[in-house]
């Protein structure tokens, strides 16, 4: 089967190397067409990065061109999907100019997250979000689908098999490593040894996102803090439900959450896993799972009157960003049949 031909926008980045690396030996995509900012024009892509994904880089992309952000030679390139892992003020302009000369564009990007039409695509979410490509005009022009902020990611999966008892409430603190940044993001002067009680516009985000991702509109009180740890975001959780909820009730949805079928190659049988160690989850969990970086992990679950309480820990720069719009793409190919 002959492969689709994909970019990569902003491949140098921290989310643009998890792309590189996933994507290196993905079966059904095939890296044709790398960009990152303009100095890096006419540069290997293995001695112009600054790798910092804790795996060694993949010899077969080494070789590959930085080019240009040049449409007209990404078509004759033959690319069809692009992924975009550009700052935001880049995205507000290139993603919907990308979807206008026809591309299928699966975004990390901010920008255009919250714009009608366009979903924030998370598979054992919201699937059928996707359905609003067609809105956007396809199959006769191209599309922008995104992915949620990476601490939105981890908190909609663990909450997408309890939404059926009715979510009121959510009361939610993050712990979130310094990858969430960027490349090379904060000063060690600031963050080393020091925890930054603020992320600018994080909190918003997860207080908008969860309620589009769901469909649900509950109170959502968000913390967003910046932690010394360098990939894994954790999550302390509160719920109050419309429900009568015990702690033996979540642990059997996240139990039977199971995606056995799903045909994707980037998604996790069981997205959720939890452990009632007390020790569990935490960042050095990173990259456990099958595949790797695409597992949520749960644990220290309690139930305190009403609320019930529990940590999470999401791989950022995989589930939380690369990772998750590979799978957004699989599922297009896969219902569309682009393949
Ligand atoms: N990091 C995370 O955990 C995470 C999670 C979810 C979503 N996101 C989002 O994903 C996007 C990428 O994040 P990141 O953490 O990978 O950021 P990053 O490390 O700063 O990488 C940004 C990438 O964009 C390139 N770039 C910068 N300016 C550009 C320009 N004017 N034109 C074209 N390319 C340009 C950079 O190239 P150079 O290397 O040459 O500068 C680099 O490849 C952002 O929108 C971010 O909000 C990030």
Not at 162 to 174: D, N, P, Q
Request: proline content about 6%; overall charge negative.
């Amino acid at each position: 089967m002959e492969k689709i031909k994909v970019a990569i926008i902003g491949a140098t980045g921290a989310v643009g190397q998890v792309f590189m690396w996933m994507l290196s030996d993905h079966p059904w995509f095939d890296v044709e067409y790398i960009t990152a900012s303009a100095a890096r024009i006419g540069q290997r892509y293995g001695s112009s990065v600054h790798w910092v994904i804790p795996f060694e880089i993949p010899e077969k992309i080494k070789p590959l061109e930085i080019k240009g952000y040049d449409l007209d030679a990404m078509k004759d390139a033959g690319v069809q999907i692009v992924f975009s892992a550009m700052p935001a003020d880049v995205a507000k302009t290139a993603e919907p100019e990308l979807r206008d000369h026809g591309f299928y564009v699966f975004s990390n990007a901010g920008a255009m997250r919250y714009e009608k039409n366009v979903p924030i695509m998370i598979p054992e979410a919201n699937f059928s979000s996707l359905d609003m490509i067609k809105d956007q005009g396809y199959p006769e022009s191209g599309f922008v689908v995104t992915n949620a902020n990476c601490s939105t990611t981890g908190l909609a999966i663990a909450l997408a098999p309890l939404k059926k008892h009715g979510i009121k409430e959510i009361s939610v603190s993050t712990y979130q490593s310094v990858s969430g940044a960027g490349y090379p993001g904060l000063s060690s002067f600031d963050i080393t040894d020091n925890v930054i009680p603020f992320i600018g516009g994080e909190e918003e985000k997860m207080e908008a996102e969860i309620r589009k991702i769901l469909e649900i509109t509950p109170e959502v009180y968000a913390y967003c803090v910046r932690v010394p740890v360098m990939f894994g975001h954790l999550e302390s959780v509160w719920l109050t439900f419309e429900d009568e909820v015990e702690v033996e009730d979540i642990i059997r949805d996240w139990d039977e959450f199971v995606i056995e079928e799903s045909g994707l190659p980037s998604s996790p049988v069981k997205p959720v896993v939890f452990d009632a160690d007390n020790t569990f989850p935490q960042p050095k969990y990173a990259f456990w799972g099958t595949p790797k970086g695409m597992v949520v992990y749960t644990g220290r679950l309690k139930k305190k009157n009403n609320k019930i309480g529990f940590t999470l820990m999401v791989n950022n720069v995989v589930k939380g960003a690369a990772g998750g719009s590979i799978q957004n793409a699989e599922a297009f190919v896969k219902l569309y049949g682009l393949k």
